[in-house]
Nanobody, 121 residues
Framework: QVQLVESGGGLVQPGGSLRLSCLAA????????MSWYRQAPGKEREFVAR???????IYADSVKGRFTISRDNTKNTVALQMNSLKPEDTAVYYC???????????????WGQGTQVTVSS
């Protein structure tokens, strides 16, 4: 069994910062990518940022320069540092991992339960 557990959401004023964390736990052989997505009310889930096992990072244009994704491969964790937050960043944020579970088999996409981020004055 593999689980992704997020933490760190909350309410913040515009211009403020929040840090989200995600832990991949369970019987894991390897993790290829760890990503963050978000879904605002009435909208489809959208990509935010991705970190590969090799250290490559990718960002959505809407968060470039404001958000930073970081990954600790030794701890199977990924974090999203969010600065200069805007009301339009309000959404449920989901952690996603492309993971090969034990015993070794195929790679699967696993999702966390989501954490609410609200940017409002």
């Amino acid at each position: 069994q593999v689980q992704l557990v997020e933490s760190g959401g909350g309410l913040v004023q515009p211009g403020g910062s929040l840090r989200l964390s995600c832990l991949a736990a369970g019987s894991i052989f390897s993790i290829y990518t760890m990503s963050w997505y978000r879904q605002a009310p009435g909208k489809e889930r959208e990509f935010v940022a991705r970190a590969t096992s090799g250290g490559l990072t990718i960002y959505a244009d809407s968060v470039k320069g404001r958000f930073t994704i970081s990954r600790d491969n030794t701890k199977n964790t990924v974090a999203l540092q969010m600065n200069s937050l805007k009301p339009e960043d309000t959404a449920v944020y989901y952690c996603q991992g492309e993971i090969i579970p034990l015993p070794q088999s195929s790679m699967y996409a696993y999702w966390g339960q989501g954490t609410q981020v609200t940017v409002s004055s």
